[in-house]
DNA sequence: GCCAACGTTGGC
DNA sequence: GCCAACGTTGGC
């Protein structure tokens, strides 16, 4: 079974790595992007890590890991008309929207910073740093995942 | 708060 | 199916 690795993006303000460690598992609701939708449903695995992500904030970065605790199942907030997340088009016969169970493991030291990330020449190719990327979950290589992990062991820069 | 990038919507 | 308008993301 090769190994598979994930970021997901949360902002802190919303539900932050703290609010994971908390709650123990939490399910990743409102992800409402096809792209992201489909890494969940179809490449994602219970086990998989995932690279825990502050987006939005005021020090974006990696700061802290959690796994894939289910498989993909429908995000019961789409049907929910009080939702932030609701979606009108979204049927219980057809959902739209899946999600998957997150579960907490531990926080990082530090925070490795989205600025750290952009100037390793050996993430040149990682997804969250590529022009505009703007996708809430997105698949991490086991290299790109072992380097990142590799800086939490160094001062910030 | 600004704005670039990008996804989605809807008129045609 | 095209594409302009619009909304959202998210860094700065």
Redesign the pocket.
């Known amino acids: 079974m090769s190994r598979r690795c994930w970021l997901m993006?949360s902002?802190p303000e919303e539900f932050s790595i703290d609010t994971l460690k908390k709650v123990g598992v939490e399910p990743w609701s409102g992800v409402?992007?096809?792209?992201a939708r489909n890494f969940m449903r179809d490449g994602m695995q219970v086990g998989d890590g995932v690279l825990f992500?502050h987006?939005?904030?005021d020090e974006?970065g990696v700061v802290g890991i959690a796994e894939v605790a289910s498989e993909a199942y429908p995000d019961p907030t789409q049907f929910d008309a009080r939702s932030d997340y609701h979606d009108p088009?979204s049927t219980r016969e057809g959902p739209r929207w899946l999600l998957v169970d997150v579960r907490f493991r531990r926080k990082l030291a530090r925070t490795i910073t989205?600025?750290e990330l952009?100037a390793s020449a050996q993430l040149e190719d990682f997804a969250l740093i590529?022009?505009?990327?703007?996708?809430?979950v997105l698949p991490v290589t086991p290299a790109q995942w072992d380097f990142i992990l590799s800086l939490e062991k160094r001062s910030a820069a």
């Not at 409402?32 to 792209?35: A, L």
């Open positions: 993006k902002e409402r992007n096809y792209q992500y987006s939005n904030c974006p088009k989205l600025a952009k590529q022009r505009g990327n703007r996708l809430s």
